[in-house]
C-alpha cells in the first residue's frame, strides 16, 4: 500500500467518525429539541412552521415585509390564543404573556432579571461593545443596582427643573426653522426636525456638547445612531443576516458606526474629567452630576468607565430616539383629529398666552397635553416590549409555565387589545383625563418597577415644551397621501415621517 493510499484510508475514518459525531449531536439536539416541545407545547400559540426554526421564518417573514410590523403579528396571536401564548425557536422558548396581574409580579420584582438572551447580546453589535452591561442591558442586579445609585441623582426632580432653559432654547432653534418653512410654504418632515432637537437635547444637558443638528444635519453622529439603530433590529432578529456576503459591508459600516460613538464618549468624558482636575469651570450637566457621584462611590476603575461610555451610549440609543418618536406620533394624530388638536391648542393659549419661555410650573397646568401625550405612547410606544427570565415554575392565568423560558410584556400589544381599552385603536386622549379609570398594569411604555425608564421625566418634560412650543406659534396640517403606518427601526417611528406644512399661528 503506497503512502497516498493510507493516508486516503486514514482520512475516510476521519471524516467517517466526524459524520458519525455530527449525525449523533444532530439526533441528540433533535430529540432536546423534543423534550422542550413536550413540556411547554400544552400552553396554547400558533402552529410552528417546522420542528427545527420554530416560528423563526415567520418572525423573518415579518421583519422584511414592507407593510407591517412584527408587533402586529403578536396582537393578532394575542387576540386568537389569549393572554399567555408560546413562540419557538429552535430550542428557546418565549411566553408572550399580556395578564395584569403577571405582569404586576414579575416587573415590579427585582426577582426577575432581563432576558439574558436579548440584552446580553447588545452587550456588542456586530462583535463592537455596544451598550455593554450599562443601565438598560444589565443583567446582573448588582451591577445594575450600582449603576443607578450613581445616575438617580442626575435625573431627580429637583435637577431636571433647572434643565428648562436648555428645553426652551433647543425648542427655540426649531420654532426658527419652523419660520423660515412657513415663509417658504415648504412641506417638512417632522421626524426629522424633532429627531434633530431631541438629539441636540441630550446632548447639551447630559454632556454640555452643542451639536446644533438643525444647521448641520449631515452629522456623522446622528448617522451613526441611525446605523447602530437598524443594526440592533439586524442583529437580534435575523441570526444569517451577518452570514450572507452581501450583508458584510453594511455590517462593516455598522461596526464603524458603533465604534465612533464609543470613541466619541471617551472624548467627551476624558475631556471633562481633565477640566474637573484642573479646576476649571464646568456645566452643571448630567455627566458633571454622574462624575460627581462615581468620585463619592469610588467607581473610577477602569470597568467603570466602559460602564460609562456604555450608558453615554444607552443615553444616545434611547434617550433622544424614542422621544422624537413619540413627538412625531403626536404631531400626526393631532393633525388626523382636529378636533382633539383645536382643545390641546386652546389649553396652550391659555396657559401660555404669548409667553417666550415656558416655565416648570406652567408643565403641570398643561394637563390635556399631558394626556394627548399619553394615549400617544398607548398606540405608539417608541420601546415596545420588553422581557424577563423566568427561572422558576409560575402559573398565568391558570396555566403552569416551566421554568427555564423568556416571559415578554408588550404595551404595544396590551394598548391595543380590546378588554383592556375599549374602542382600543381609537385615539382619545380622554383616557387619560384624571378622573377616568386607570389602566391595570396594561400600560407600561416605560416598563414597570425597579427596572423602569430612569430618563422618563427627563422624556416627558422636554416633549411637552416642543410639543406646546409649536401648538403655540404654529398651525400645521398633514400633507395629504402619506402613510400613517408604523415602521420598526428597534424603536417604532412613523413610516412616512409624518410631512406637514407649517402656517404662523393667527
Known amino acids: 500500500m503506497t503512502v497516498l493510499e493510507e493516508i486516503t484510508e486514514w482520512l475516510s475514518h476521519i471524516m467517517f467518525y466526524v459524520l458519525c459525531a455530527a449525525l449523533i449531536a444532530f439526533v441528540t ?15 396554547p400559540g400558533p402552529p410552528r412552521d417546522n420542528f427545527l426554526l420554530g416560528h423563526t421564518p415567520t418572525f423573518i417573514k415579518a421583519i422584511t415585509k414592507s407593510d407591517g410590523i412584527i408587533h402586529d403579528l403578536f396582537l393578532e396571536w394575542a387576540e386568537k390564543y389569549g393572554p399567555v401564548y408560546r413562540i419557538n425557536s429552535l430550542h428557546f422558548v418565549v411566553v408572550m404573556v399580556y395578564c395584569p396581574e403577571t405582569t404586576k409580579t414579575v416587573l415590579m420584582s427585582p426577582k426577575y432579571p432581563k432576558d439574558p438572551f436579548v440584552y446580553k447580546q447588545l452587550f456588542n453589535l456586530f462583535g463592537k461593545r455596544f451598550l455593554g452591561n450599562g443601565l438598560v442591558t444589565a443583567i446582573d442586579h448588582d451591577i445594575w443596582y450600582r449603576q443607578r445609585r450613581i445616575m438617580d441623582p442626575a435625573f431627580s426632580s429637583s435637577y431636571l427643573r433647572g434643565l428648562m432653559g436648555t428645553f426652551n432654547e433647543m425648542s427655540e432653534r426649531l420654532m426658527d426653522k419652523l419660520e423660515e418653512t412657513a415663509d417658504t410654504k415648504t412641506p417638512v418632515v417632522m421626524h426629522d426636525l424633532v429627531n434633530c432637537v431631541t ?49 458584510w459591508k453594511t455590517v462593516q459600516q455598522i461596526k464603524d458606526a458603533a465604534e465612533l460613538l464609543r470613541a466619541t464618549g471617551e472624548k467627551w468624558i476624558q475631556n471633562r474629567k481633565t477640566a474637573v482636575e484642573n479646576g476649571e469651570d464646568v456645566p452643571k450637566d448630567i455627566l458633571t452630576q454622574i462624575l460627581k457621584t462615581a468620585e ?16 453615554f451610549v444607552t443615553f444616545f440609543i434611547a434617550g433622544q430616539e424614542t422621544t422624537a418618536n413619540q413627538l412625531s406620533f403626536a404631531i400626526m394624530e393631532l393633525g388626523r383629529h382636529p378636533e382633539i388638536y383645536k382643545r390641546a391648542k386652546a389649553e396652550v393659549d391659555e396657559v401660555l398666552g404669548t409667553k417666550h419661555d415656558i416655565l416648570y410650573e406652567d408643565l403641570g397646568k398643561l394637563s390635556y397635553l399631558s394626556q394627548v401625550l399619553k394615549e400617544t405612547l398607548r398606540l405608539y410606544p417608541p420601546a415596545p416590549a420588553t422581557s424577563r427570565w ?19 410584556f408588550s404595551s404595544y400589544v396590551s394598548g391595543r387589545l380590546e378588554n383592556f381599552f375599549k374602542d382600543s385603536l381609537k385615539f382619545d386622549p380622554e383616557r387619560f383625563e384624571v378622573n377616568a379609570p386607570k389602566p391595570y398594569y396594561c400600560y407600561y411604555p416605560f416598563a414597570l418597577g425597579p427596572r423602569s425608564c430612569l430618563g422618563q421625566g427627563f422624556s416627558q418634560m422636554e416633549a411637552k415644551v416642543v410639543l406646546a412650543k409649536l401648538l403655540q406659534r404654529f398651525e400645521f396640517s398633514l400633507v395629504p397621501g402619506q402613510s400613517f403606518d408604523i415602521k420598526d427601526t428597534g424603536t417604532l417611528r412613523p413610516k412616512s415621517g409624518v410631512i406637514c406644512t407649517i402656517k404662523h399661528s393667527t
Do not use: W
Open 296 to 311: 463619592e462611590e469610588q467607581a473610577n476603575n477602569s470597568e467603570d468607565h466602559e460602564l460609562m461610555l456604555d450608558n
Open 199 to 247: 438629539l441636540d437635547v441630550i446632548a447639551k444637558v447630559a454632556f454640555g456638547v452643542d451639536l446644533n443638528l438643525l444647521k448641520n444635519p449631515d452629522s456623522p453622529f446622528q448617522t451613526a445612531i441611525e446605523l447602530c439603530l437598524k443594526g440592533m433590529v439586524y442583529y437580534l432578529r435575523d441570526p444569517f443576516f451577518k452570514l450572507n456576503p452581501k450583508n
Open 29 to 43: 439536539y433533535c430529540l432536546y429539541v423534543r423534550h422542550v416541545h413536550q413540556r411547554y407545547d400544552h400552553i
Open 390 to 408: 423566568l427561572s422558576d415554575d409560575m402559573f398565568i392565568n391558570g396555566l403552569k409555565v416551566p421554568g427555564g423560558c423568556v416571559a415578554v
